[in-house]
Nanobody
Framework: QVQLVESGGGLVQPGGSLRLSCAAS????????MGWYRQAPGNQRELVAARTGDSTPNYADAVKGRFTISRNNAKNTMYLEMNNLKPEDTAVYYC?????????WGQGTQVTVSS
């Protein structure tokens, strides 16, 4: 059972930045895929950014050029750097990893963008 602990969410003004972290209990090299998702009230959970292995990350159109997914292999941690945040980025953000055929999710961290 993989444990994922997210942190870094909070309240930020429009145009601000946040960095989310997702610390895994397993070696990051075990994961065939990693990604970040978000869910706003009344909406379905949607992909924000994801990568398979060492491939080029995929980003949702709404966040391209503003968000960056990265990882620190030594710390078994995945990050989501979010810049130029907008009110429509407000959501609960979840990290997800895959050790085929299973997916594991973090508990979520709230990001609120408001003035």
């Amino acid at each position: 059972q993989v444990q994922l602990v997210e942190s870094g969410g909070g309240l930020v003004q429009p145009g601000g930045s946040l960095r989310l972290s997702c610390a895994a209990s397993e070696s990051i090299f075990r994961f065939s895929a990693m990604g970040w998702y978000r869910q706003a009230p009344g909406n379905q959970r949607e992909l924000v950014a994801a990568r398979t292995g060492d491939s080029t990350p995929n980003y949702a159109d709404a966040v391209k050029g503003r968000f960056t997914i990265s990882r620190n292999n030594a710390k078994n941690t995945m990050y989501l750097e979010m810049n130029n945040l907008k009110p429509e980025d407000t959501a609960v953000y979840y990290c997800r990893v895959t050790i085929a055929p299973y997916d594991y999710w973090g508990q979520g961290t709230q990001v609120t963008v408001s003035s």
